[in-house]
T-cell receptor, first 112, second 114 residues
């Protein structure tokens, strides 16, 4: 059974800082991994999708890496801004199925 | 491209009433997934549907919950005789069925049972 863990559960940083969010998963037989952002009371916004054959993906100030063999992914946010404050969720497929297993998220607060 | 549309955004029901949540997938997507987010918990898979077919309902409670995705119209998640423990955010996602392209989520329906 796939389990996803995200650490830390919460993170508070001053504006401008570079930061790393961590995600680990127990079953390395995944075909992709997706990072989402969730604002309070809102839906999920897809940030980055990494295929199993890739090691990283970049979008603007965001960079996500994937190490399948060790069951880990990191989301790197450069030069953080107050607008980055949100909960960041990591999700991987359960086995070979299409249902996603989510971590509980990292709640990020960027202070001006 | 309107994305995944869910309605209503907020729904209040009294205990014992029925709740109907609707989801229209993104244009071109024929696969729909429902997830539930309980307070202070992560998102949990409920059901996966294609048009007129339930593919995987392993995450659905055995009683009171049902889902459909008819040939025409939106997918419906139906909760009969709601209880306070059903209060949660219900999210719908859609995909083209090709895992390489990932999933797109709607804004969710927040159900409150009073």
């Amino acid at each position: 059974k796939q389990e996803v863990t995200q650490i830390p559960a919460a993170l508070s940083v001053p504006e401008g800082e570079n930061l790393v969010l961590n995600c680990s998963f127990t079953d390395s037989a995944i075909y992709n991994l997706q990072w989402f952002r969730q604002d309070p009371g809102k839906g999920l916004t897809s940030l980055l999708l990494i295929q199993s054959s890739q090691r990283e993906q970049t979008s603007g100030r965001l960079n996500a890496s994937l190490d399948k063999s060790s069951g880990r992914s990191t989301l790197y946010i450069a030069a953080s801004q107050p607008g980055d404050s949100a909960t960041y969720l990591c999700a991987v497929p359960q086995g070979g199925s299409e249902k996603l297993v989510f971590g509980k998220g990292t709640k990020l607060t960027v202070n001006p | 491209n309107a994305g995944v549309m869910q309605n209503p955004r907020h729904l209040v029901r009294r205990r014992g009433q029925e709740a109907r949540l609707r989801c229209s997938p993104m244009k071109g997507h024929s696969h729909v997934y429902w997830y539930r987010q309980l307070p202070e918990e992560g998102l949990k898979f409920m059901v996966y549907l294609q048009k007129e077919n339930i593919i995987d309902e392993s995450g659905m409670p055995k009683e009171r919950f049902s889902a459909e995705f008819p040939k025409e119209g939106p997918s419906i998640l139906r909760i009969q005789q709601v209880v306070r423990g059903d209060s949660a955010a219900y999210f719908c996602a859609s995909s083209s069925g090709q895992a390489a392209y990932g999933y797109t989520f709607g804004s969710g329906t927040r159900l409150t049972v009073v």
